[in-house]
């Protein structure tokens, strides 16, 4: 697939979603939808009626991120909401295996995320039942803190992972990427990138997607 930008609505105008997502919606290969329940992360942001409104008007697939407790039982109603790709926390989950199958059942694209100091450990067995794996490169929460570079050896060693068990699933990083970090992701291994104040705080957020995945290109191609 190459490298892939999820622009987040995280730090976009919530009243005005529609002409936000419209804004980047000819140079950006998703849309990264950021729930959270004031449980799992101390935030509370949007959760299924939103998501089934920006469905209906976005002509960017849904990437939807749930920082919430209990993925298990409120994560297959984003897919069937029409969410093309569904990230659940390792944390959260009871059974990740079984909800990633469902998932998949829903017709979305099942994604693991993994908090900063969360080992890869867990995703050794995991990765033929799952499509993208999420390395959080801040702590949850909020948007506009600044990347951790304490992650990059982690997602080095989770491409290293990928290649050698032959797995295409994906490598997403977010959190804190921007002009001057994301060519560090990149290197490293990540291949989609979510940004949210780099994209939605500029004067001209389609600019930043498409520097981003310049920059992200030129990168992976010299790693
Ligand atoms: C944070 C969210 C991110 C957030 C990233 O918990 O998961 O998607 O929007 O925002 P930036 O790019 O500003 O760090
Ligand atoms: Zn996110």
């Known amino acids: 697939m190459g490298i892939q930008i999820s622009p987040s609505i995280l730090s976009a105008d919530f009243a005005r979603l529609e002409s936000e997502v419209a804004s980047i919606a000819d140079v950006a290969d998703w849309v990264h939808v950021d729930v959270m329940d004031n449980h799992f992360v101390p935030n509370l942001t949007l959760g299924l009626p939103v998501v089934e409104a920006l469905h209906k008007v976005s002509a960017l697939p849904l990437d939807c991120h749930l920082m919430i407790e209990d993925p298990d039982r409120w994560a297959p109603a984003?897919?069937?909401?029409?969410?093309?790709?569904?990230?659940?926390?390792?944390?959260?989950?009871d059974a990740p295996i079984r909800l990633a199958r469902e998932l998949r059942r829903a017709g979305a694209r099942a994604g693991m995320a993994l908090k900063p100091a969360t080992p890869i450990d867990s995703l050794v067995d995991v990765l033929p039942e799952i499509d993208m794996v999420l390395l959080m490169t801040v702590e949850p929460g909020f948007g506009g803190q600044p990347f951790l570079d304490v992650v990059?050896?982690?997602?080095?060693?989770?491409?290293?992972?990928?290649?050698?068990?032959?797995?295409?699933?994906?490598?997403?990083?977010?959190?804190?990427?921007?002009?001057?970090?994301?060519?560090?992701a990149a290197e490293a291994g990540a291949d989609v990138f979510v940004a949210g104040s780099a994209v939605f705080n500029a004067d001209d957020p389609a600019a930043v997607v498409s520097h981003l995945r310049a920059a992200a290109e030129t990168a992976a191609v010299r790693d």
């Open 78 to 93: 984003y897919a069937e909401a029409g969410a093309r790709s569904v990230t659940f926390h390792v944390e959260a989950a």
């Open 152 to 184: 990059l050896p982690k997602i080095a060693r989770t491409r290293q992972l990928l290649r050698d068990s032959g797995s295409s699933v994906w490598l997403q990083v977010d959190g804190g990427i921007s002009a001057s970090t994301i060519e560090r």
